[in-house]
């Protein structure tokens, strides 16, 4: 019986009637091809939970003068140290953190320069105070799938007035108090 029609049955797709007629032939497990002997001697046998040692490689060619007096390997011209924990080799300098820009859009296409300076990653204070309902609607809600594609935060500081703050950047409390005076937050 072939590979299909042995599928086909074990699906359960050929006819009920051809159960009858053949009987499956019995799986005979696939043979290996017999390999050549090697030359290859297996280790001795090592009894469980003992370790053996294995000895070191020599380079080839090494002979007793590339290994310097008295058979002994040279000592290499670069030592490797482990790294010390709390050490860096790059440092990082504090930067100060970008100023808030201040946009006051007009129109909706002004919702550009809001992502671009956003993108920049530099916070945006958006001035609504001045737009129709609106316009303002669509521009808050561009603003908030702005910031939750970029992980970034919206806050609402004012009536109409709303930082939007890219991930990673705080908005410190000098610059807070400095929007204060200039009448932008409350």
């Known amino acids: 019986m072939s590979v299909f029609k042995k599928a086909m049955f074990y699906l359960g797709l050929g006819p009920d009637d051809a159960y009858d007629d053949e009987p499956l032939e019995p799986e005979r497990p696939p043979t290996r091809a017999q390999r050549p002997q090697s030359a290859y001697t297996p ?42 924990p709390g050490s860096s080799a790059v440092r990082t300098v504090a930067a100060a953190p970008p100023q808030p820009h201040t ?13 671009d300076r956003f993108k920049d990653g530099q916070p945006v204070i958006v001035n609504l105070q001045e737009v129709d309902r609106d316009l303002s609607r669509r521009l808050i809600d561009f603003a908030s799938g702005l910031c939750y594609g970029r992980d970034g935060n919206m806050e609402k500081v004012a009536n109409g007035v709303y930082l939007l703050t890219p991930a990673n950047v705080s908005v410190s409390a000098e610059d807070r108090q400095a929007l204060a005076e200039h009448g932008l937050i409350d």
């Open 103 to 115: 946009v006051r859009p007009r129109r909706f296409d002004q919702a550009q320069e809001v992502a």
């Open 43 to 84: 280790p001795e046998e090592v009894s469980s939970g003992t370790v053996r040692a294995i000895p070191p490689r020599q380079a080839p060619g090494g002979n007793a003068a590339q290994r310097g007096q008295g058979g002994e390997p040279e000592v290499p011209a670069v030592t490797i140290r482990p790294r010390q």
